[in-house]
Each structure stands twice: as structure tokens, then as C-alpha cells.
């Protein structure tokens, strides 16, 4: 990916590129595209894009595939926080995990859970081993194996009304660099 990674200078557009975040750009519901600089294989972008022509050209595998769907992108060192893309316009970089849905109202309520305590506390006390620099090296194993009680549709409505309060507020927000 890395020959066609730049640095956006003008105004992003969705039918022209995708922008790009990796670990280091990603924070609890959004992510800091533009806001802080994503350093990539030695490599430092304030707004990093890939053209999708390019993209679409030298990319015919599922990753391609999941970079254009509606998902939520998750930091996959350290910390368990995760972001989400709505519109698919986001190319997940290095040490990411990515869970893909269209049904936006899915994708919500599960954001909203893996950017509550209850998993890090769980994954911490299940995958103690796997500790790194006081925090986890996330696998795809320790996100599908999380245990999900049955819900009522109340509650999950509930939830995905929090994180579109969560959304709309951290959106207002000037976030700094």
C-alpha cells in the first residue's frame, strides 16, 4: 500500500480517494484523520489518501472489498478503542482489526460495546498472556470470542442512541493534533 499512500493538500473527496488511518490515528468512536499525523512504514501524513483508481486497480482482494463497506475499525495494539466508518470511504492501515456490516445500526451498537470497559476488562483477565507495554496485542480471536448476552431490542436501541449522541457531540468537538 505504501506507493500509494500521499498526502492529500486539497479538499478531500470520497469519489476521488480514500483516506487512510492506521493505529495511531484512531480514538474511542472517530477517528483523528487530519487532526494527527499518521506515521506509515517510516512515513509521516497529516491527511493521508490513496486514489481509488489506484486502489481499485492494484487491490482486487478482499481487502478491497472490505475497505469500501461500512465498518468499524479498530486499534489493534494496546488499547481497545475503535472508530467507525459509515460510508466506506476509510482504508484500515497496518496492526488494525475491522469488523464490516451495511447495517449501520449493527455497527453502533457494537462500537458502543467495544469502546465500553466491559471487553478490555474482560480480554485483560482472559488473554492475560498476551499483555504488551501494559496493554493487548488485540487478535481477531479475542474480538470474535467476546461474549455477547442475549439483548432485548430495547436495550440494543438504547445503546445505538448513546453512540449517535457520543458521534454527533465528538464531531462538535475541535480536536487537536
Known amino acids: 500500500l505504501k506507493p500509494f499512500v500521499q498526502n492529500l493538500d486539497i479538499e478531500f473527496s470520497r469519489d476521488i480517494y480514500f483516506r487512510m ?21 517510516g512515513e509521516r501524513y497529516l491527511q493521508p489518501v490513496v486514489e481509488r483508481q489506484a486502489f481499485y486497480t492494484n487491490f482486487t482482494n478482499t481487502y478491497r472489498k472490505k475497505s469500501m463497506q461500512p465498518k468499524i475499525i479498530i486499534k489493534g495494539l494496546t488499547l481497545l478503542d475503535a472508530c467507525i466508518d459509515e460510508t466506506g470511504d476509510t482504508i484500515p492501515g497496518k496492526s488494525t482489526l475491522i469488523i464490516c456490516n451495511e447495517d449501520l445500526k449493527i455497527l453502533k451498537f457494537i462500537l458502543g ?6 471487553p478490555i476488562f474482560y480480554i485483560k483477565e482472559k488473554y492475560s498472556a498476551s499483555s504488551y507495554n501494559t496493554g493487548i496485542n488485540f487478535t481477531k480471536e479475542m474480538i470474535n470470542n467476546f461474549p455477547i448476552p442475549s439483548l432485548t431490542l430495547e436495550i440494543e436501541n438504547s445503546v445505538v442512541s448513546i453512540v449517535d449522541q457520543i458521534l454527533s457531540a465528538k464531531q462538535k468537538i475541535p480536536r487537536p493534533t
Not at 21 to 41: A, C, H, P, Q
Not at 113 to 118: D, H, P, T, V, Y
Open 113 to 118: 460495546l467495544i469502546n465500553s470497559k466491559l
Open 21 to 41: 488511518i492506521n493505529t495511531g490515528t484512531i480514538d474511542r468512536y472517530i477517528s483523528k484523520w487530519g487532526n494527527r499525523e499518521m506515521v506509515y512504514l
